[in-house]
């Protein structure tokens, strides 16, 4: 057998807003190991449904992975339902966890805070320090006021717009908790090993990768860095603290109208600040539900594969406050920039978002979009999110541009929903 892979496949799946790739790390024509990263969606083509179509990808996949075989690994770079909702096994996708689980992964691999074993106000996996506002904690209520927030469209009031109504049903149904996959990651996880990373962590692949290396950029944990949390002039972290009953136009917890028994009391020093969000506007709203949106993404995973002198990088959704420690702050700042410089194979962060590809830091970093020597590679849904006119649009025009003229340039846009996947090899 080869001591490293002879060439890398990368295949992405047809899910609409979302993503789903696997990499094939091919050693000889009977020996290739399969990593899958991400699978989920918020949006299918054609008004597709999860539950005829995800079941179809997971088969995909099976057949790639071949009868009786291991994924070596599954890796969900973060919580966002567009990554990881294919791993569900309840009827909203059809089962199509349980395809997967089949495939017997040896490792999961997730960013730190999505260890059930974390304290609500850890600073790192598995940790009990911090402060009442803790990390984690506010992680789990973007949970609660995403549903929330998905009610409250669903519900079409009269105050909000058509537009706003259309953005906050599509944050909402990004940011729900999505139990029923988290607790299939925790299953396959405990069946194999189950690894909660943050920047510079070892992920175990190398014991099945021979020849390959891998290195964690991403997440950092709050011990290393305070920036995916950091606070702004307006404080975003506040909108996260009183959510339960705090989103216009439903009762609030604890009030009369229409809540039923059972229901908590809002503490008295809450009141105030529900009050408050009871008034919000329609763009008040939607502000502080990207900004909760963003946050989320920047728990992402960011790993760089290297073969040799290829390189391979996938970030998931991260987003500027995760990519600031790796490319400014972290001790080996400078030895990670090198290593940027030299990557062959980009996944397009976020869908093709301007925010998930750093111009000075990553883009314009990359020397082999000379010669278009570069290959890229975007799962993304036009019109699923973001406007033109405020140039949100996801994905981002200028960015295409960019990526079309300075990379081969592979877009999920151009599949069918026959035409499950496409395939690159590095």
Known sequence: M?????????????????????????YSASDKRHILIDFGTTGL????????????????????????????????????????????????????????????????LQPWTEDPKAKPNALTAKSAVGGAKGFVARLANMNTLAERVKQLAASKPAWMSAAARKELAFLGEENLANKSAVNNLIAMGKAGSAKFLRYGDKTGLEKWLPGVKVTVLGPPDLTQSDAIRKQRSKDKDQFWHFVKGAVPGLPAAGDDRGQGKGSKTVPEE????????????????LEIVRQLDDQMNNTSLILLFEIGKKKL??????????????????????????????????????????????????????????????????????????????????????????????????????????????????
């Open 2 to 26: 080869p001591s490293k892979p002879v060439s890398v496949e990368v295949r992405s799946y047809q899910v609409g807003f979302g993503d789903c790739f696997l990499l094939t790390f091919v």
């Open 45 to 108: 083509p054609r008004n597709g449904k999860p539950s005829a179509h995800m079941p179809n990808v997971a088969k995909a996949i099976q057949k790639e992975v071949g009868a009786g075989k291991r994924l070596v690994a599954v890796v969900a770079t973060h919580r966002h339902a567009d990554h990881i909702s294919g791993f569900a096994t309840d009827n909203g996708t059809g089962k199509s966890g349980e395809i997967i689980k089949a495939l017997r992964p040896r490792l999961v």
């Open 270 to 285: 809450a009141r105030w600040f529900r009050d408050r969000l009871l008034s919000v506007t329609n763009q008040g709203l």
């Open 313 to 426: 990088l996938f970030p998931g959704d991260a987003q500027f406050e995760n990519w600031s420690f790796a490319m400014t702050e972290a001790p080996n700042h400078k030895a990670v920039a090198k290593l940027i410089a030299d990557v062959d194979f980009y996944k397009v962060g976020h869908h093709g978002s301007l925010n998930a590809t750093p111009k000075q830091w990553v883009w314009d970093a990359f020397k082999k979009k000379k010669g278009k020597k570069l290959q890229t590679m975007v799962s993304t849904m036009p019109g699923k999110h973001g406007k033109v006119a405020s140039k949100t649009e996801v994905p981002r025009r200028t960015l295409l541009t960019a990526l079309e003229s300075g990379s081969r340039l592979k877009n999920t846009n151009k599949l069918t929903a026959k035409i499950l996947e496409m395939k690159t090899t590095v």
